[in-house]
């Protein structure tokens, strides 16, 4: 998770949350395309510029009720300047970020934290803009690149802060593997490509056809489907739009190379039953790494579908089960699900019911249970949980 400012601290995530454009410079808090009207009774665009109170990277109560500005001089509806105008000199801030104005407006008592000193002088200039347009507004919406070294994100992550969960977010971190990308395996990706972990490892040998795109979240276009891309490097591609960190591997684990798996802090198995599945098992036990088998059991009666869903969960603390519980036999084609009958809400269910698991596991989610098995029946809408540890 990133270790910015913005992230760390509740009132500059609940303005950014709210649609401010924030930035960091020079140690100083930048909201820009504020609104305001100048002398000529036009609505301008400028900024305001904040000394930043931190103790480490989490803001403190603003040590000054003092704000700068950066634009022409701000006024009333009228073109009349503000009397709370001070220092009129042009000053530099730090790289291309030049200040014009100080303004001075202290309720009493001061401040109590920066979203209340940034909404305050935002409506300040916003109101008299807004007499002019009524829909000139601080909150843009603007979408901004995320240049935070620490964070996977490409633009930066406003619904944790919105939400307030930034802080439970921060416990989802390590690299994480997703071993086969067909449909359960994709809306794990989906599901786990949202989270801050730094990187995430793809792993199928196949090929991304027809019958995925109904199956697996998203809609590609007809020519991207006659491109016939490994389903790693599809998947890849999507979610780097999104973030860093996803690394694709055009091949499946074995035995031959589950060596790669020996650096990663958990594992989804979303591969069909196979042989190979207990030697990729076998080493993670042994590595103390833990995993999650994701499993769909289906079968066709007359026209309609019956069949369970299972996660099978495996960490240091319990491991007796996993081979009562998982199947390395056969390959999955047996299975009516092999047929291509498109069932993609099973599949994200699948995926969802693994990925609340590991996020129970990192201490995101309450986990009374802690259950490692878990099932969930379609004909009796039933889910269990079984193989709980104290």
Not at 24 to 35: C, E, F, G, K
Not at 127 to 155: C, G, H, L, M
Not at 318 to 327: A, C, G, L, N, W
């Amino acid at each position: 998770m990133s270790n910015s400012p913005i992230s760390l601290s509740a009132d500059l995530s609940r303005l950014k949350a709210e649609g401010f454009e924030l930035e960091i410079v020079a140690d100083h808090l930048v909201v820009r395309n504020v609104p305001y009207v100048n002398a000529a009774k036009q609505v301008r665009r400028g900024a305001l510029v904040s000394t930043l109170n931190m103790a480490g990277n989490v803001t403190q109560k603003p040590d000054t009720h003092v704000i700068m500005f950066a634009g022409e001089m701000p006024c009333d509806k009228n073109g009349v300047e503000f009397i709370v105008a001070n220092d009129k000199q042009r000053k530099p801030i730090g790289g291309d970020l030049f200040i014009d104005f100080t303004f001075s407006r202290k309720p009493t008592g001061g401040y109590p934290d920066y979203y209340e000193k940034i909404t305050a002088y935002v409506a300040l200039f916003e109101s008299q803009a807004q007499a002019i347009d009524p829909n000139a507004t601080a909150r843009t919406w603007r979408v901004i690149e995320n240049k935070d070294p620490d964070s996977p994100f490409q633009y930066l992550d406003s619904a944790s802060s919105r939400a307030g969960i930034t802080s439970a977010s921060r416990k989802l971190k390590g690299k994480i593997a997703i071993l086969g990308l067909g449909g359960t395996g994709s809306y794990t990706l989906d599901l786990v490509a949202k989270t801050p972990v730094p990187e995430i490892h793809l792993f199928d040998k196949d090929k991304y056809g027809q019958h995925n795109a109904f199956r697996s979240p998203g809609a590609p276009s007809i020519e991207h489907l006659r491109t016939v891309p490994f389903k790693v490097d599809h998947w890849a591609g999507i979610y780097s739009n999104m973030r860093r960190g996803i690394v694709p591997h055009p091949f499946n684990i074995d035995a031959s190379n589950v060596e790669l798996l020996r650096e990663m802090d958990f594992v989804f198995i979303c591969a069909d039953a196979g042989s190979a599945k207990e030697a990729i098992i076998g080493k993670l036990e042994e590595w103390g790494i833990p995993f999650a088998d994701t499993g769909m059991g289906l079968e066709l009666v007359g026209d309609v579908l019956h069949g369970t869903l299972a996660v099978t969960t495996s960490t240091p603390s319990k491991r007796d089960h996993v081979r009562r519980r998982v199947s390395f036999t056969g390959d999955g084609h047996e299975n009516v699900y092999a047929q291509n009958i498109q069932v993609a809400d099973l599949n994200a269910l699948n995926a969802a019911m693994a990925v609340i698991r590991w996020k129970k596991l990192c201490g995101f989610y309450a986990d009374l249970r802690h259950e490692h098995f878990s099932a969930y029946t379609i004909e009796g809408n039933a889910l269990i949980s079984e193989e709980r540890t104290a």
